[in-house]
């Protein structure tokens, strides 16, 4: 076994229990993982906050312990050195000890009070031993009974040096890991106090010279090092105020007023205390020694008071660092939890949409859109569930559109097969009775020949005689043609007589004219030449008679003479027609007997088509009755899915929407219809679909959801082309002139604009109009809401 299978068999059972929970409670599980981590590194970022918070406090109570110590080292210093001077013999410290025991008591007051208040170091009770003592010393000092040796109260200054070291120890003071602030508290509890201390021994060295007396040799050498003490004590501090500077700090403000009283005190011993001390040497050092120990213990105050400060800033930033990282921290939570229940709420909403989707698709609801928003892998599942969708939508559309195509033909098939076989019977019988008449045209064909013979004998008699009558009508014509002759000359010896009368008509007028200018004389020839025109008057008179006989007779021989020679040509055509008529009568005569022997072929060939015509009555029965199984398969297929609800419509919705509008035409009247299409457009408008009405010339009469159409040319509608529209509009006429029918068409994608084929069934409404109703046939994926499918014909 592999180490991939070891580990995959090692994963199986949390795999199924991981299948067995709900997927809110796995993403739960998941928030859960990645918030663990997240708030187990807060809770320790926090604890070390806490615990710098801590330290720092612990710190500041230490510091604030250590600075009460001092103050209460420095108090006891000059008690015990003014107890000295007082051994020694000096007068007139009386009120400098009663200052002295009040400020001792005041400082163990303080340090009472700040040891009640520590709480995490427990200075009360290293505090607890050294208390009664110390206010026993006070007491007794200020009852002016001096119950503390010189050897009491360095043991009482041992202890509180012990003390401030335990309490430096327990409060971290010695173990700061910052430069700065390391530097600061090693002032406050490894140098302040020495520095004070000597400053304070120093001081006390004045009781040597109390009385006047002159010190000793050794006690010259004491105070020689203590003086050197005091200077190494300065110098010490120097280190650390240097020490300081490269930390980042400023120096304390009264370190070099400090630092110059320090050194003054020193010069001041050596010459107070050399050989030959002068008096009043000792007022000026005793003021000097004041002044460094008030200057010491500023700087100490000073540092102290900075530690403090510093300290307290720390606690404060770590506390706020803490409450800033746990806010950053609860943010980053409420950000995680924000976005933690954005992302489960999208995608179980995703997944609620997926589910919907899912079950309105199992369900047969193709309608159902599965709308996901978002870029991630669940929104291109949600796509990918859209478009298979979509795509089954289009697909049952499709089948269903089909399924109603493919029944109404199967139903138009079996009425015209039925059809068909009812004229293909009558077309047998008709040929049965075709067979008994070709029979009887064969014996007329027989007979039709026998007369043919017959008329052509006759034929050739007549064609014989024609040509004799043709003969004389000839010599007839001859003679009338001679006879028009002699009349045209007649006519033209008529024509010299009218002349002559006509002249001789002019010669008795010119001679009665000539009679009357002879007067009485010519009377008598006047007489004559009146007879003589009176003669040429009736001779002209005569003559105008003949020639209007002649005239009609040249015109009537004209006459016969164009009817003789018409006759002449008709019987020239009667000849060559009965030389015709005897031709054709001979072929007929032979095409009679050919056409007996083709007619009894055809009737063979008739009562074998009879007999095909019975098996193809036969053949047509049979396609009938499957073209009505088909219609019924059909009709089967649409109602299997007719419950779907898809997103566009089908075949037979559009016709239910066309045929509900010609029942309100027929209920209402066209104008009225056409007015209630308009105003109730919600009631003719379903998903893709929406009802249309045209007039003859192309323009949008009604537009169910689409009023921006009404009124316009389908050409003009923006994305059709003249040739996509042209092809519907003649295609939709086509369905009009046959009162009502499906055209295919092309029509613009909604949603890209690319062409897609498409259906539409068209009714007649009008002489000048159409009604219709169009759906996708495919790729209706992307159709548009309800009412915006526009009628865009490719």
């Given amino acids: 076994m592999t180490l991939r299978e070891r580990a995959r068999g090692l994963l199986q059972p949390g795999m199924r229990w991981m299948g067995r929970m709900r997927l809110g409670l796995k993403l739960g599980l998941g928030a859960a993982l990645i918030t663990l981590p997240l708030l187990l590194l807060l809770g320790l970022q926090v604890l070390s906050q806490e615990q710098v918070a801590t330290t720092a406090l612990t710190e500041q109570e230490g510091v604030r312990v250590v600075h009460g110590l001092v103050r209460v080292n420095a108090a006891l210093g000059q008690v015990g050195e003014l107890a000295r001077r007082a051994r020694a013999g000096e007068t007139a410290l009386d009120g400098a000890r009663a200052q002295a025991r009040t400020g001792l008591a005041e400082a163990v007051s303080a340090m009472d009070r700040l040891a009640a208040t520590t709480r995490r170091i427990d200075a009360a009770a290293l505090w607890q031993p050294l208390q009664p003592r110390l206010r026993s010393l006070a007491a007794s000092t200020a009852s002016g009974h001096s119950s503390g040796s010189e050897a009491d109260v360095a043991a009482d200054l041992t202890a509180l040096a012990q003390m401030q070291r335990l309490v430096a120890e327990r409060s971290g003071l010695l173990l700061d890991p910052e430069a700065a602030s ?12 020495p520095w004070v201390q000597t400053i304070s021994a120093l001081r006390g060295r004045a009781a040597l010279l109390a009385g006047g007396r002159s010190p000793s040799m050794v006690e010259r050498a004491e105070t020689q090092w203590l003086t050197q003490a005091v200077e190494r004590a300065t110098a010490a501090m120097q280190v650390e105020v240097d020490a300081l500077s490269r930390a980042g700090e400023t120096p ?32 000026a050092y005793l003021a000097a020694a004041d002044e460094a120990e008030a200057d010491a213990l500023r700087v100490g105050a000073d540092v102290a008071q900075r530690l403090d400060k510093r300290l307290a800033e720390r606690a404060t930033e770590a506390r706020r660092s803490a409450l800033v990282l746990c806010a950053l ?111 009887r045209l064969s014996h007329e064909a027989k007979a039709n020949a026998e007369a043919a013979r017959t008329l052509d004998a006759l034929t050739q008699t007549l064609r014989e005689r024609v040509e004799a009558g043709g003969r004389v009508m000839g010599e007839t014509v001859e003679s009338v043609r001679t006879l028009e002759v002699s009349a045209r000359r007649v006519a ?52 105008a008679e003949v020639r209007d006989l002649i005239d009609q007779t040249t015109e009537q021989v004209g006459d016969a003479s164009a009817r003789i020679q018409e006759a002449s040509g008709l019987l020239d055509t009667m000849d060559s027609s009965a030389q015709e008529v005897s031709r ?38 049979r396609s009938a009755q499957a073209a009505r199984t088909l219609a019924g398969q059909a009709e089967a297929l649409r109602l299997a899915v007719s419950s779907m609800r898809l997103r566009q419509g089908t075949a037979d919705e559009a016709r239910r929407i066309v045929e509900r509008a010609m029942a309100h035409v027929a209920e209402v009247g066209v104008d009225t219809a056409l007015n209630d299409f308009v105003q109730q457009e919600a009631d003719w408008v379903d998903r893709d679909m929406f009802l249309y009405v045209f007039d003859r010339s192309h323009r949008y009469r009604v537009a169910c959801g689409r009023p921006e159409l009404l009124g316009r040319v389908i050409h003009e509608v923006p994305g059709i082309s003249y040739a996509q529209a042209e092809q519907f509009i003649n295609a939709a006429w086509e369905a009009w002139a046959t009162g009502a029918g499906w055209i295919e068409y092309l029509g613009p994608h909604p949603a890209d604009g690319r062409a897609v084929p498409k259906t539409a069934y068209i009714a007649a409404l009008a002489e000048d109009m159409f009604i219709g109703c169009g759906v996708y046939r495919q790729e209706a994926a992307l159709a548009p809401p309800a009412g915006t499918e526009l009628l865009q014909p490719a």
């Fill in 492 to 543: 033209e010896i008529n024509g010299v007589i009218d002349d002559i009368a006509f002249q001789t008509n002019l010669l008795a007028l010119n001679a009665s004219v000539e009679a009357a200018k002879a007067g009485e004389a010519g009377r008598g020839f006047s007489v004559v030449a009146a007879e003589v025109r009176k003669l040429a008057q009736r001779c002209a008179e005569a003559a």
């Fill in 329 to 439: 921290c609860l943010l980053a939570l409420a950000v995680l939890g924000y976005f933690g229940m954005a992302m489960v709420r999208a995608v179980m909403h995703t997944l609620g949409v997926l589910d919907a989707g899912m079950r309105a698709v199992a369900a047969g609801d193709l309608a159902h859109r599965v709308d996901v928003a978002g870029d991630d892998e669940l929104a291109a599942v949600g796509q990918r569930v859209e478009q298979m969708s979509m795509r089954l939508s289009s697909l049952v559309a499709e089948i269903r559109s089909s399924a109603v195509r493919v029944g109404q033909a199967g139903q138009v098939v079996a009425a015209d097969g039925q059809a068909l076989a009812g004229r293909t019977d009558l077309q047998a019988e008709s040929l049965r009775q075709s067979v008994g008449s070709v029979d």
């Fill in 182 to 193: 390391y530097q600061l508290m090693s002032m406050v509890t490894l140098h302040t106090t």
């Fill in 252 to 283: 304390p403000a009264r370190w070099q007023p400090a630092r110059a009283s320090s050194e003054r005190l020193a010069g001041l011993a050596r010459q107070t205390f050399g050989e030959n001390p002068a008096p009043e040497a000792l007022a």
């Fill in 584 to 621: 054709r009568l001979r072929a007929m005569a032979d095409a009679s007997a050919a056409q007996r022997e083709g007619l009894a072929q055809v009737s063979e060939s008739v009562a074998a088509l009879d007999q095909i015509t019975r098996e193809n009555a036969q053949s047509v029965e």
